[in-house]
């Protein structure tokens, strides 16, 4: 894209569409249950499952792996914990992972849309810093690229700022639709190199400002930072490009049964002996999973060391065909 990358297009796409729902009797959008309008399939279709988000094991979490219970979303793999407004739940179930590391966690808005304090949703996002598409190295780094690459239809209302919420540094920033007259915020930090961000809503700028200040009874990680969230701790370092040949003691290329032409993000846990422990598909087919995950558990990396011990690294691969950048190419390409 030339103005605005695509999984920010795609933020804004999400955050417009959910107050559109949030005013519209019967419902649309993503939820057909209420849509009279919705189209059944033809019969005699048969569905074919694309791409899609799928892990070595189910006992590691995932980033997509996120719930709401008793109004509070937690988030096993980001460690945090966010307690809803009164009155506000999850509508939606946020679709998978894009092949560029965009995640969906949660799209909440509240209860009963007929008052005046409904006019709004919140947009639960993170962004993988391994894959994204846009030149950034943190989330104070991508906040910074699309403030600067905004369509030219919005209006920046505040600039990035960096603030403190729970104890923790976030990057705030405010843009607005003069022709809509609605309001984004984006209040985001880094978390195990991802951008964690909440999207905040509205046409009322006062109810923005009253949902940002209950996100002070947040539970996060320690190492939650607009430029510090990069693991550690209970858990794995994450390093950008630690599948680098240097690192690589043994290998073996996966051999698809098929050739086709879309990108296969990788995120990988290697163990303090330096063998791959877990894998996490972002978007691939179930023959590229399989085949990948044949070829991974063979791989051997040296033990990564912090302070002369061996430690757990989390890092990313790209198999396939990488997606176009927005600068320079992604350095750490694996091709067919």
């Known amino acids: 894209m030339d103005s605005v990358p695509r999984s920010f297009l795609a933020l804004l796409g999400l955050s417009a569409s959910m107050l559109a729902a949030a005013r519209a009797v019967p419902q649309s959008g993503g939820d057909f249950s209420n849509n009279p309008q919705a189209k059944k399939l033809p019969t005699e279709t048969i569905l074919v499952k694309g791409a899609w988000s799928s892990a070595s094991d189910t006992v590691t979490a995932v980033p997509e792996g996120g719930r709401v219970t008793k109004r509070v979303y937690s988030n096993a793999y980001f460690g945090f914990t966010y307690a809803l407004s009164r009155d506000w739940t999850e ?23 007929s008052t005046e304090r409904g006019r709004g949703s919140i947009l639960i996002a993170a962004q993988d810093l391994f894959f994204t598409l846009t030149p950034a190295g943190s989330a104070f780094d991508l906040i910074n690229y699309t403030k600067d690459h905004l369509n030219a239809d919005y209006k920046v209302e505040q600039p990035p700022t960096p603030v403190t919420i729970a104890g923790h540094t976030f990057i705030r920033f405010g843009y607005v639709s003069p022709v809509a007259e609605l309001h984004w915020h984006v209040v985001a930090t880094e978390i195990r190199c991802h951008m964690v961000q909440f999207v905040f809503t509205s046409r009322d700028t006062k109810l923005i400002e009253s949902l940002i200040e209950e ?27 630690y599948a680098r040949e240097e690192n690589v003691i043994e290998r073996e290329d ?34 590229q999973s399989k085949a990948i995950a044949d070829a991974l558990s063979q791989w051997r990396f040296r033990p990564y060391l912090r302070e002369g011990r061996p430690v757990e690294v989390e890092t990313g ?20």
Do not use: W
């Open 215 to 241: 996100m002070s009874t947040m539970n996060l990680p320690q190492e939650a930072g607009a430029v510090s969230g990069t693991g550690g701790g209970d858990v794995p370092m994450c390093i950008k490009d």
């Open 254 to 287: 996966p051999v698809f049964t098929e050739r086709r032409f879309n990108p296969v993000p990788v995120r990988i846990i290697i163990d303090k002996e330096g063998k791959v422990k877990h894998m996490h598909f972002l978007s691939a087919f179930p023959d």
């Open 91 to 113: 509508k939606y179930s946020g679709p998978p992972p894009s092949d560029s590391g965009y995640y969906v966690l949660a799209q909440i808005r509240p209860v009963d849309t």
């Open 317 to 336: 691969i790209m198999f396939g065909h990488p997606p176009r950048q927005a600068a320079s190419p992604a350095t750490d390409a694996v091709s067919e």
